[in-house]
């Protein structure tokens, strides 16, 4: 086990590394110089450009740019934006608003999808298992902006349910529908990974030695067949965890929440490439821990996995 | 599939219609009662309404995207700044989905945004499938270091946040007011295609794992085939299936990813008239006029689930653990 995660923990240093060089790369390639207007009207004095230039490394060619923003990276420094403001405490303002919408987000789409998943996986073929199916897949085919500009206009404008936007603060309850919004694709797959995992199990020999010894329906699943068919359900939504942290730049654009997501979308916009690269280097590295996580879950959860 | 395959099968190539997902046993050519999966699951498809319906809406938005003028005679550039946001009116000779900010119709915009959503999806998914299945089958049969090293580029590449990636992309290429048409879908298909192409390429790895061991591949190198001929025409045929369903689902996905950049205003740029484009600039006028926001989503959606649908009913009678 201990071997398994070293092995890992190292292999993961090649992913940062180069998916942070492609993202820097293209930083570096962007159009427009990050000294222009910051002088206002007129162009900036020729000693604060050569300092600024020097103090941002941006005289070096792109792989010695690069190199020395790695060596701070690897020393926990996320460097400084143009604006002097340091990196790592603007994502440390962000992150946390950002993690409670993913939260919300993923509590929502384990309880209605497992539940959903649940009802049409043990009346499969009936009604409400056709109803969970079709509706799935047409939530599957909403994208994210049309689902939370729609829920924005019906739930926030029309009937009043919920705060149309979010203030900087972001409280747990002006979240609760940017959060339904950003879970609703995911939901849609937990529903139909649940139902296909446990139409598979109900036929294993175990639950039929169960129901031939007479437990009541509800154990049989509940127990029995519920706790193996949500395995790959959890694997899925630990994945998920770090993809919705990403995918969240369109939930929190419609909503105004001031998220990580909207810090990057606002700094590529301003050209910020060091916070465009810090923000993303931390999400890649959550992502992979979160992968991680998820199979050593897997590990625990099905004994006959081993990592060994 | 009774009787099993004879010796003179295995120097010839199953034929890719009669090969399942992950079964690798060859379907017995001539014999004409045995049936194979392809055919098991054509059977089961056509009594299935939903590969119907979903094929009818593929048909509908296919066509609009070839000739939009079947659909309306009104020409989507034609602007009247006087009708600017009026409300659907529903007679005769009205405009059955209203006007948009700048007095567009919006009826005829809607259609003529499918074009840049069909192109887009079709195009991406035919580039991410072409680079995945090139890259996961020469990983997989090379095998050794080659396979490390490409597993890690896709590694790379798929820890890269999907979206976070395509605004970047197309923040550094971006268009101007001058960029043709082409050249705008163009880079938006280049995009999803860097980004999409590590999914297609694991499926692809894993596959032709699955395929590689098997005895025909085997006596095929035995018989001194060369390395080209056995991917060509024992690998590939056998490892294809997975990769074009996922593939199929992923035209509907791609068309989603498109309107969501487009939505965030670096996808597809005006001239260009996409749906995605129509969405977010509606989205200011939500509370004056919902209606330029509504018929734009109703459409983007229905394409999209037209595709998703397809692959969903497709892998479906393909799998048999489902039945």
Sequence with gaps: MGKYIVRRLLLMIPVVVGATFLIYAMVFAMPGDPLAGRCGERPCNPAFAAKFRADHNLNDPLPIQYAKYLGNLAQGDLGETFQQVKVADELQQRYPITTRLAIIAILFELFIGVLAGVLSGIRRGKFIDNLV?????????????????????????????????????????????PGMVLGAISLAYVARLTRTNLVENLRADYVRTATAKGLSRARTVGVHTLRNSLIPVVTFVGADFGGLLGGAIITERIFNIRGVGGYIFQSIHSRDGVAVVGAVTVLVIVFLFMNLIVDLLYGVLDPRISHD | ??????????????????????ITTPAGGEATEARSLASDAWR????????????????????????????????????????????????????????????????????????????????????????????????????????????????????IPFLLGGIL??????????????????????????????????????????????????????????????????????????????????????????????????????????????ISDSLVYIRTAPHMLIFPSIFLSLTVLGFIMLGDVVRDAFDPKTR
Excluded: C
Aim: charged letters at 10%; hydrophobic letters at 55%.
């Design chain 2, 44 to 159: 089961e498809l056509r009594q299935r309404p939903l590969f119907w319906v979903s094929l009818a809406i593929i048909a509908v938005f296919v066509l609009m995207a070839i000739f939009p003028q079947l659909f309306t005679r009104l020409d989507p550039t034609d602007a009247d700044l006087a009708k600017g946001s009026d409300p659907p009116s529903f007679t005769w000779n009205g405009a059955w989905f209203g006007y948009d900010l700048q007095g567009y119709d919006i009826y005829a915009r809607t259609i003529y945004g499918a074009r840049a959503s069909i192109l887009v999806g079709v195009f991406a998914t035919i580039l991410t499938s072409l680079l995945g299945v090139l890259i996961g089958t020469f990983a997989a049969y090379a095998g050794g270091w080659v396979d490390s090293l490409m597993m890690r580029v896709t590694d790379i590449f798929f820890a």
């Design chain 2, 169 to 278: 992309f197309m923040t550094t290429f971006a268009n101007d007011a001058n960029t043709g048409y082409f050249v705008i879908v163009g880079k938006v298909v280049l995009v999803l295609a860097i980004l999409g192409w590590p999914s297609i390429a694991r499926l692809m790895r894993g596959s032709v794992l699955q395929v590689k061991p098997n005895d025909y591949v085997q006596a095929a190198r035995a018989l001194g085939a060369s390395p080209w001929r056995i991917i060509r025409s024992h690998i590939l045929p056998n490892a294809m299936a997975p990769v074009l369903i996922v593939s199929m689902i992923n035209l509907g996905a791609y068309i989603s990813a498109e309107a969501s950049l487009s939505f965030l205003g670096i996808g597809l740029t005006p001239p260009a008239i996409s749906w995605g484009v129509a």
């Design chain 1, 133 to 177: 199916l079709v509706s799935t897949l047409i939530v599957i085919a909403i994208p994210t902006f049309v689902i939370g500009s729609l829920a924005q206009y019906a739930f926030g404008l029309k009937l009043g349910w919920f705060p149309v936007t979010v203030s900087p603060q972001a409280t747990w309850f002006e979240l609760l529908l």
């Design chain 2, 1 to 22: 599939m009774t009787d099993k395959t004879t010796s003179s099968d295995l120097t010839k190539a199953p034929d890719l219609d009669a090969t399942p997902i992950g």
